[in-house]
């Protein structure tokens, strides 16, 4: 069995030898052409050694076969392709653009601009609040001591009107005052000298003229006097505790006041603590940037969240030469009138500080990158662009000012962030 194997291995050898040998003799032409192809195929070099200046083809099955002209591979028989000749000549090479380093210099043909110096008006987009005006804040002190004998004011934030009744008062002294305008009216009434300063000791003590003239023309002591508010506003506190703020919460700001009926007054003691809301003001919070922008007599237009259709137009009267606690933005005021609005204290609005700006230097917004605390623009220098660092200032109508950093014929990227995807690529010079 063994011996049939190799009988048959050997006739196929010699008839594929017996082919090779017929082929060659009917086209020994071609036998010398791939003869010289051979030759060529070690780089592509002719017998000589000189380089082939004609083309070249080969089969695409077997790019071993190579030949000078077209024509059939002689194993496959399919037809012969044109090689092309990946190797060319440079005419030029730019040094400087290959050995800059790929993390500062980027090659790119995107369009540019420079800076433009233009006047153009500025709109601040702010936040704030809706505060009380303290100019309001009125205190209602007790003007001779005594017990509160009927109280009319509950809790806080209660309305209260100007010459409205809040208590009434049992006094001793008045008791006393009293007691001595009767005997002197009824004994020596024709003494006006010591009738009138009978008269007066009560108003100073602070009894009204309406009370007052009760007493003499009933002739009876008025043990409880009757106490007025001389200013209107919302009551906040009472007996001289705390201190108003808007940030109270629901169980303070719906709780009774510390002042009750049957408590003893003294004289001059703090008893109730109001505002006037009819007179407001808006807190708004400019950032340092911000504010050497703004001054007094700026226009402002203020919209409330709680009512976006009440728009406050006015201007900012004053700015508030400290940082409060707590805060680092500088505070502006707008005062307005409240009684129409009826906007809540407390409210946050959203306002628009329309400032005309002097000629500065402007890029579009897209040509800036924001590298934490830096900014970054994309510098044209020969056929590409080096990270270059510039400061800016405010940002407007989608354009940024350029403080400092570029010069007026210096070109950039206008989109920056088209050049550089990722901020962990760009370097700059410090």
Known sequence: MRKMIWIGV????????????????RNAGQGKGGMEGMAMDSGG?????????????TCPMHPQIIRDKPGNCPICGMALVKK???????????????????????????PV??????????????????????????????RFSGR?????????????????????????????????????????????????????RLLLLGMGQKELNQVIRTGKVLYAVPVYSPY?????????????????????????????????????????????????????????????????????????ETAPEKVIRGRIDFLEPVYRAGSRTVTARVYFDNSAQNIPIGSQVKAVIRLVDASRDWLP???VLTLGLRKVVLIKEGDGF????????????????????LGPGDSVAVNAQYLMDSESFIKTKE
């Open 113 to 142: 601009t420079t800076v433009r110096t233009k006047k153009q008006d500025l709109n601040l987009n702010v936040l704030g609040r809706v505060d009380y005006d303290t100019r309001q804040e009125h205190v209602i002190a007790a």
């Open 84 to 110: 092309e000749n990946a190797s060319r000549e440079l005419d030029s090479v730019d040094l400087d653009g290959l050995l800059q380093p790929a993390n500062s210099y980027v090659v790119s043909q995107v």
């Open 232 to 304: 209107m506003g919302h009551i906040h506190e009472a007996g001289g505790m705390g201190s108003a703020t808007v940030s109270m919460n629901v169980g303070t700001m719906t709780e009774e006041l510390p002042v009750k009926e049957g408590m003893y007054l003294e004289r001059g003691q703090a008893v109730f603590k109001l505002f006037n809301t009819n007179r407001s003001w808006v807190l708004l919070d400019l950032y340092p940037d911000q504010a050497p922008l703004v001054k007094v007599g700026t226009a402002v237009e203020v919209t409330p």
């Open 386 to 405: 080096r990270a270059h660092a510039v400061q800016v200032g405010l940002s407007a109508n989608e354009e940024v000012q350029v403080l400092d950093g």
């Open 148 to 200: 509160i004998e009927r109280l009319y004011v509950r809790y806080r934030f209660q309305h209260v009107h100007a010459r409205e009744r809040i208590m009434d008062i049992y006094s001793p002294d008045l008791v006393t005052a009293q007691e001595n305008l009767l005997y002197v009216v009824k004994n020596d009434a024709a003494n006006t000298a010591l009738v009138t300063a009978a008269k007066e």
């Open 45 to 57: 070099m002719t017998k000589g050694g000189t380089a082939a200046a004609s083309d070249v083809y």
């Open 365 to 367: 917004g897209t040509a």
């Open 10 to 25: 050997f006739i196929g050898a010699l008839i594929l030898l017996l082919s090779g040998c017929s082929g060659g003799g």
